[in-house]
Structures are given as C-alpha cells and as structure tokens.
C-alpha cells in the first residue's frame, strides 16, 4: 500500500511559478508509475502528467505540455510537479496519484492510491 501526501500549492500570479511534492510512503514507491490529476470547481478530474517507475517516460496533457515537468526520485519516494507560466485557467486541486498497471495512464480510474490535494490558484 502508498500513502501520498502533496504540498506546495499557494495562490501566484499569472505568468508565475509553483513546484509541487508529493511525498510516498512505502518501501515499493518505485514501482508504482506516478501521476498528477487536477480538478477545478465543479469538474471532473482532469489528467496533467504521468511519469513511469524509472522516470524515463513521461505523458503530459497537451494543455500542460512545455510549460510543466514531472519527475522523481526514487531515493527518497518523492515526485515533483514543476509549473512554469501559469495561467489562471491553471487553479485547481492538485491530487499525485500512483498505479502499479502499467505507464503512460491517463486515465484517473487507472490510478489505485490518491493524495488529499493540494490547492493553486492562479490570479489574473
């Protein structure tokens, strides 16, 4: 079983920047591919980027792709969510989620173990 807790979220400006941990318990954390999820009020969870258990491959969603970099280290059971340019359209809860089926999922019912959030808001 993964325990996940996120952090790192807080109010920035548009065109500002924000990383994001999340922080796994477990000694199989590096088995398990790794994803970011978002949702805004009143929205489903919408997928930002995954990275495989070596941290060799990495999916974004194209709304994301060249502005956000996923990572982790499996040394210390952490993965980051690095967000550069952010727009407002960006606020929403931040959720780290872990599955052991397979990389490359994009799908939020693919993902077995979920974080509590964490919240960024993007001011105009």
């Known amino acids: 079983q993964v325990q996940l807790v996120e952090s790192g979220g807080g109010l920035v400006q548009a065109g500002g920047s924000l990383r994001l941990s999340c922080a796994a318990s477990g000694r199989t954390f590096s088995r398990y591919a790794m994803g970011w999820f978002r949702q805004a009020p009143g929205k489903e969870h919408e997928f930002v980027a995954t990275?495989?258990?070596?941290?060799?491959?990495?999916v974004y969603a194209d709304s994301v792709k060249g502005r956000f970099t996923i990572s982790r280290d499996n040394a210390t059971n952490t993965v980051y969510l690095q967000m550069n340019t952010l727009k407002p359209e960006d606020t929403a809860v931040y959720y780290c989620?872990?599955?052991?089926?397979?990389?490359?999922?994009?799908?939020?019912?693919?993902?077995?173990?979920w974080g509590q959030g964490t919240q960024v808001t993007v001011s105009s």
């Open positions: 989620a872990a599955t052991p089926y397979g990389e490359g999922l994009v799908r939020s019912y693919e993902y077995v173990y």
């Open positions: 990275i495989s258990w070596s941290g060799g491959n990495t």
